[in-house]
């Protein structure tokens, strides 16, 4: 696209797009370090476990790939990490011999049941203690609209 042709920002555009950008940084950043300091987990760490943990079987690593919007590289080195601590373990693939499949192993399962209160405070603390009703199903709708745009798109890549 050309200069020429950009649709630049308006000014209350230009504001609200600044002020969701530092927020996510500066949300992510703090709850990042809170995560870390109360449990010892990375966010991704707490990402893997509380999908593996939120299922009662194995995950495919392509699925859980997919689910978390990660590439295969990425996963494959953070399991293999998560699996040398003892916190997930890989399996062979019983419908697929070339596929892996992770699990939950019980010490991760305890790693996460121990995070996710402290997490769930912080998340309240930084973020949902500074919005009404009105905000959150305003963010809630807003959320909803942008992803389902992004997930059209993501479809559409992967067709």
Not at 8 to 30: C, F, G, I, N, V
Not at 46 to 53: E, P
Request: proline share 3%; aromatic share 6%.
């Amino acid at each position: 696209m050309s200069e020429t042709s950009a649709r630049w920002l308006d000014p209350a555009e230009k504001a609200a797009w600044l002020s969701y950008r530092q927020m996510t940084r500066l949300l992510d950043a703090q709850l990042a370090s809170d995560l870390q300091a109360d449990s010892g987990l990375s966010e991704s760490d707490y990402d893997v476990l509380g999908t593996l943990n939120d299922s009662e079987v194995t995950w495919c690593l392509k699925d859980l790939g997919a689910r978390l919007l990660w590439s295969q590289s990425r996963l494959s080195h953070h399991i293999a990490r998560m699996a040398a601590r003892g916190l997930v373990e890989r399996l062979l693939c019983p419908t697929d011999g070339r596929g892996t499949d992770v699990a939950i192993t019980p010490a991760g399962r305890e790693a996460i049941v121990v995070a996710a209160p402290g997490h769930v405070e912080s998340v309240r603390r930084h973020f949902f203690d500074h919005l009404n009703a009105a905000d959150i199903k305003a963010l809630t709708g807003i959320g909803e609209k942008i992803n389902e745009h992004l997930r059209a798109g993501l479809d559409q890549t992967r067709i």
